[in-house]
């Protein structure tokens, strides 16, 4: 044994921390906030935005794609390296700020993307429905009905902690969407000739809004990372389970939001044993397959949409409450009517997911937001079944469960009346989506930032290599551009790129 080794003093026992079995046909198992961030990107930017790309301007936004996917990359990993080294989520980071300004920018920027943001989701799984029952079989119910049924729904259903259940079914059904997808693309694929409009910049005119709301929302927000970062704290499996042992023996420090330096934050690995070592390691290993898996096939069904509605919709305007039935035409025509009712059910799993974890994701941030803000939330902080059943928690508006449950009604309340006001799905996606990219860059530059400053260079597991820094310091630098770009060509309207 080394001295390193020999110096290890984190108590661990190998029978409380199994290694997980990194074999194929277990890794599934394990995958849990990865695809979780795959199944709330795989909604309203693969079923609406990337069919009014196509339908709209044929094949000449398929550069967003791989821009999106490529530079957009590292904002997410940044997340998941963070819990995976630390144990914390990225918002404990982000409260070790200079007055916590960090932390304010993510709880206003949270809320607003409650209500509009959240209109924008819930309104393309209503669209579904909607085309499904009024449509089809000619119900006479509203859009903005299946939007706030769809909404009460979705809160009911979280509260009373019931989400595993709706999860799985998800999940099954989203994979009959990208099977059903890739089935119909076989029949008639896009000529190879137009695939170099992956590579060819350009913006048409009009396409502003479409551009905003793809770097926006594909693979999905970058503030979803945030989200991610509270989901692999809460699935406490890799160092988020283990930190609170290293605490108890004195390994590392324990952190409080409101006395602590950033410092705190971090883990030295060479002072645990080697178990614990190898333990960390597989769970992180876990986490980056989870999350590149979910990457890849959400990157693989943008591509199909917006090819498919180049093949098929092209020219067409996609807008309307009917929007979904133009999508859905695209299986009637290639495949046959019984196609388009499984695509129905996919899309419907797909937007619906994507409104459900939002529905949670959202409230969950602000929640986080206010436990490192305020003493009372912190010394009340905490929303898992068992601290929903603690009655001063319940009690006490400012406890982080009932701040949380308080957002989560917010939102449903102020999407639903966004929608009864301007219940456009195409309109109403494609801003909720641009609001995601405008607030993009900042939150990438601090997750960034915060992995480079806590995690300790020496750490060759978890410290980012010298490509990650370049290429994310980079993404950053894109990211920042495109935004400028956009707001210079709408807001001051000046030309560019042959706009």
């Not at 579904?128 to 089809?136: C, G, I, N």
């Not at 009373?160 to 999860?167: D, F, H, Q, T, W």
């Not at 793809?214 to 699935?235: H, M, N, R, Y």
């Not at 009864?420 to 195409?426: C, I, T």
Request: glycine share 8%; aromatic share 14%; hydrophobic share 50%.
């Amino acid at each position: 044994m080394s001295d390193r080794e020999s110096k290890a003093v984190d108590g661990v026992n190998p029978k409380d921390f199994a290694l997980p079995s990194l074999r194929p046909r277990d890794l599934l198992a394990h995958f849990g906030p990865g695809l979780i961030l795959m199944m709330t990107g795989i909604g309203t930017s693969h079923l609406v935005t990337a069919p009014t790309a196509g339908g709209r301007f044929a094949y000449a936004l398929l550069w967003c794609l791989p821009v999106a996917y490529v530079f957009k990359y590292y904002g997410f990993e940044m997340a998941f390296r963070f819990t995976n080294a630390t144990g914390k989520s990225l918002l404990e980071a982000y409260s070790t700020a200079r007055g916590k300004w960090p932390l304010w920018y993510v709880m206003i920027t949270t809320l607003v993307q409650c209500a509009i943001g959240q209109a924008g989701r819930l309104i393309a799984a209503a669209a579904v429905v909607y085309y499904l029952f009024s449509e089809t079989l000619g119900l006479p119910i509203p859009l903005e009905a299946y939007a706030a049924l769809l909404g009460v729904v979705s809160v009911a259903i979280i509260l009373r902690g019931s989400y595993e259940a709706v999860e799985h079914t998800t999940k099954a059904l989203a994979g009959v969407l990208v099977l059903s997808s890739l089935a119909v693309y076989i029949v008639q694929p896009a000529p190879l000739a137009d695939m170099g409009h992956f590579f060819l910049f350009e913006i048409p005119e009009g396409s502003w809004l479409v551009i905003a709301a793809f770097l926006g929302l594909l693979p999905t927000g970058i503030d979803v990372s945030l989200q991610a970062s509270e989901w692999g704290k809460a699935k406490r499996a890799g160092m988020s389970k283990l930190r609170p042992r290293l605490e108890e023996t004195g390994v590392v420090p324990r952190f409080d939001p409101f006395t602590s330096p950033r410092s705190d934050l971090a883990v030295d690995i060479s002072r645990l044993s080697p178990h614990a070592r190898e333990y960390c390691r597989r769970w992180f290993r876990i986490g980056l397959w989870d999350f590149r898996t979910g990457h890849v096939v959400s990157f693989a069904l943008a591509a199909i949409f917006v090819l498919l509605a180049a093949v098929w919709l092209y020219p067409s305007p996609i807008e309307g409450r009917a929007v979904m039935g133009e999508i859905a035409g695209i299986f009637t025509r290639s495949v046959g009517p019984w196609m388009m009712l499984i695509f129905i059910l996919g899309a419907f799993a797909a937007t619906y997911s994507t409104a459900f974890n939002y529905f949670d994701g959202w409230p969950r941030i602000v929640g986080a937001c206010c436990r490192n803000l305020f003493h009372s939330t912190a010394r009340l902080g905490g929303i898992t079944p068992a601290d929903r059943a603690d009655p001063e928690r319940r009690k006490s508006w400012t406890s982080e469960f009932n701040i949380y449950r308080m957002t989560m009604l917010y939102s449903l309340v102020a999407s639903v009346l966004y929608i009864a006001f301007d219940p456009r799905p195409v309109f109403l996606v494609l801003v909720a989506s641009a609001l995601a990219f405008f607030v993009a860059p900042v939150i990438y530059f601090f997750n960034l930032y915060y992995c480079l400053k806590v995690i300790p260079k020496e750490d060759e597991l978890f410290y980012p290599s010298w490509f990650a820094r370049w290429f994310g310091g980079l993404s950053v630098v894109v990211f920042t551009g495109l935004c400028m770009i956009l707001i210079f060509a709408r807001v001051f309207e000046i030309p560019l790129f042959g706009a």
